[in-house]
């Protein structure tokens, strides 16, 4: 589904941010532009940011603007022509015990717990490490209002959380939090496939799972589901 640019998008001012050491590639530096905090942005000039490669990241809505290097590239999945591949469905599968909810509201000290778990255990090599409550808080304990949480729950038990955006055209996923003692059930896997699901039944394009980087490893996963779009040079191929 295409969509024009509304002229809003014209008037909205970008802060570059000063070079720093990129999180993804260590032999590089790396710069972010980000949309003035205080331009307000509603869902559709939201939606339309996220059509020209923007992302969210807590109460900010940036995209990767590197002086010498431009391998974050923005990636979607059109969920129309989505097929999960045997080990996708193998996934499915091994989870059918689990049951998936969607909620605006959360407990936010049960899911602090699992994120701080997960954060500890998973990306202790990261600049989220070690996870506190105030930076759970201001990444993803602030919901917008076109916010979801995806709760997974094995019984009463909470395994696995997506943060999701309902978009015009499709969900963004933001971020996804799980219990790194059930890896062999590939929750992060099953989180995508999930929200792969949700837009269908919305009636939505696309997924948008973020930016791509051919070199790091932390991205391999998002070349798993196919096809794929990717937004180079101002427009979206598909692959």
């Not at 990306?123 to 916010?147: L, N, V």
Request: proline share 5%; net charge positive.
């Amino acid at each position: 589904m295409s969509r024009d640019i509304t002229p809003d998008l014209h008037k909205i001012q970008l802060y570059l941010t000063e070079p720093h050491p990129c999180s993804y590639l260590s032999d590089k530096q790396a710069s972010t532009a980000f949309v003035d905090p205080k331009h307000p942005i509603d869902t559709a000039t939201y939606s339309h940011l996220s059509t020209i490669g923007f992302r969210r990241s807590g109460q900010y809505i940036y995209a990767p603007r590197c002086a010498s290097c431009k391998s974050c590239i923005p990636v979607r999945v059109p969920v129309v022509g989505f097929q999960p591949t045997r080990s996708q469905k193998r996934c499915l599968k091994r989870n059918s015990d689990i049951c998936a909810t969607i909620e605006t509201d959360i407990n936010l000290n049960e899911h602090y717990s699992l994120y701080q778990k997960y954060i500890d255990t998973r990306h202790s090599d990261g600049d989220m490490y070690p996870a506190t409550m105030a930076q759970y808080r201001d990444f993803i304990g602030k919901p917008w209002e076109c916010s979801r949480f995806i709760e997974f729950r094995l019984g009463k038990k909470l395994v696995a959380c997506a943060v999701s955006d309902w978009l015009d055209d499709g969900l963004s996923a933001i971020y996804t939090y799980y219990d790194p003692d059930l890896s062999l059930r590939s929750l992060g896997t099953l989180a995508i496939l999930r929200q792969i699901e949700i837009t269908r039944e919305l009636a939505l394009d696309y997924l948008y799972l973020g930016y791509w980087i051919r070199d790091s490893a932390k991205m391999t996963y998002k070349s798993k589901f196919r096809p794929s779009e990717l937004y180079i040079e101002n427009r979206w191929l598909r692959i």
